[in-house]
């Protein structure tokens, strides 16, 4: 499976931006998926998540205000992520990633990884 995350810039506090990730590969509509972000001197954090019937998952810090969705067509796969009242801490390259099977909030357990976008929110 193959990722292409796009999307990222920088934008105020409080303000908003999508993010988008295109997968392509045999059976990747089954596949679950999910954004990470790695801030500088982080550990990589699970940001949010929705398996291949479209049920979604989220990190503590962004629920409520992050929204994940996904379009599945044959072989590809169009993964999205609207990030609203953006604040500061969520600065960090944000990562799409997917697997086969159920999905998971630990990064250790997806095989397939995007190139990461910035995102850059000031104050």
């Known amino acids: 499976v193959q990722l292409q995350a796009s999307g990222g810039g920088l934008v105020q506090a409080g303000g908003s931006l999508r993010l988008s990730c295109a997968a392509s590969?045999?059976?990747?509509?089954?596949?679950?998926m999910a954004w990470f972000r790695q801030a500088p001197g982080k550990e990589r954090e699970f940001v949010s998540g929705?398996?291949?019937?479209?049920?979604?998952?989220?990190a503590d810090s962004v629920k409520g205000r992050f929204t994940i969705s996904r379009g599945n067509a044959e072989n590809t796969v169009s993964l999205q992520m609207k990030m609203n009242s953006l604040k500061p801490e969520d600065t960090a390259v944000y990562y799409c990633a997917a697997r086969q099977g159920q999905m998971y909030t630990a990064g250790a357990r997806y095989n397939s990884w995007g190139q990461g976008t910035q995102v850059t929110v000031s104050s």
């Open positions: 929705i398996n291949w019937v479209g049920s979604p998952h989220y």
């Open positions: 590969g045999r059976t990747v509509s089954r596949y679950s």
